[in-house]
């Protein structure tokens, strides 16, 4: 039996409050090897564990750091050294609600969730049912919430961004998922919400049959309701 598979059996019976041991126990049989099962447990441990401190990144991060839990390697961007492995916690807050934004490193990327907070209470918008996406970035207009994010990938400069959209009620409610193919080799120009929908522009193959090149779409998807 593998250590990874040591651990995974340890957290199933595991109570209370997350602690830093708890996370660094799946964290570190992990480092230079792929275990999916391991990654959602530290995702999720790791989302827990931050859950307890909404308001304060920095001294999160902190302890996250000081724990060894923040890979410094340059090739941690790239490689699957980056498994095992934390992304600094990123918050994102308008009015009542709070979006953190916590990951764990992956085999060539990152594995990213967007939680989401009322008034400091839980409310959803974990990833689920979808692949790992990387580069997560969390916006609000009005009584909407646009999460986006791209897949992570090797040998590939054709990846696919997902648009997340929320309405912000009580349950907060997902609108639709939207999946479109994007050249990573082009910079993805970024999207715009507002209070009935979002914008996007990003960069997919232009007319040659190959894909050589690319030319920028736009799109525009409105709330109906």
Known sequence: M?????????AAFLQGATSLDQIKAIAEPMRGQRSPAASAEFKRLLREWSQERIGDTDSLNGDLDRAGLFCHAIACDTTQIAS??????RRVAEGDWTAMITGVGIYCGTDEDATFYRGGK???????GLPPLSKLQVEFAGNLALVT???????????RVFFRLYRLDE??????????????????RGQRLDPTGFTAEIPYRGIDPFAT???????RYEVDG
């Open 149 to 159: 994010g791209v897949t992570t990938s090797c040998v590939s400069a054709w990846q």
């Open 171 to 188: 349950k907060l409610t997902l609108l639709g998922t939207i999946e479109r193919n994007i050249n990573i080799v082009e910079p993805r």
């Open 122 to 128: 839980r409310v959803g918008g974990e990833t689920s």
């Open 213 to 219: 090149f690319t030319r920028p779409h736009v799109i």
């Open 2 to 10: 593998t250590r990874i598979a040591c651990w995974l059996m340890v």
């Open 84 to 89: 095992g492995y934390a992304i600094p916690v």
